[in-house]
């Protein structure tokens, strides 16, 4: 079955980077969209970025573009996301999803959270 598991979150101080990592499994990871979706205490889902099944076309949203970078590596089942100059507004629950639609648990992984505080 499809299992993503998602890494490197924790506490940055604002201006500070994080890189997360999402090893994936159960699937033809190299066939795959990915994306990073997060969600933030009392809100929605709101998708972060994404990356075409090469690597070679990736989206981000308003929110993180110039900040955030998702990179792939199809040998090691891997999807990145580099955060840098975080922000308060960044806290949220980050999801590695296969494909795009955040909401389908079945396609997501159970997030790792990430706290931009002082």
């Known amino acids: 079955q499809v299992q993503l598991v998602e890494s490197g979150g924790g506490l940055a101080q604002p201006g500070g980077s994080l890189r997360l990592s999402c090893a994936a499994s159960?699937?033809?990871?190299?066939?795959?969209?990915m994306s990073w979706a997060r969600q933030a205490p009392g809100k929605g889902l709101e998708r972060v970025s994404g990356?075409?099944?090469?690597?070679?076309?990736?989206y981000y949203a308003d929110s993180v573009k110039g900040r955030f970078t998702i990179s792939r590596d199809n040998a090691k089942n891997t999807v990145y996301l580099q955060m840098n100059m975080l922000k308060p507004e960044d806290t949220a629950l980050y999801y590695c999803?296969?494909?795009?639609?955040?909401?389908?648990?079945?396609?997501r992984g159970q997030g790792t959270q990430v706290t931009v505080s002082s």
């Open positions: 999803v296969r494909g795009i639609i955040a909401a389908d648990k079945s396609n």
């Open positions: 159960g699937f033809t990871f190299s066939n795959y969209y």
């Open positions: 990356v075409n099944s090469a690597g070679s076309v990736t």
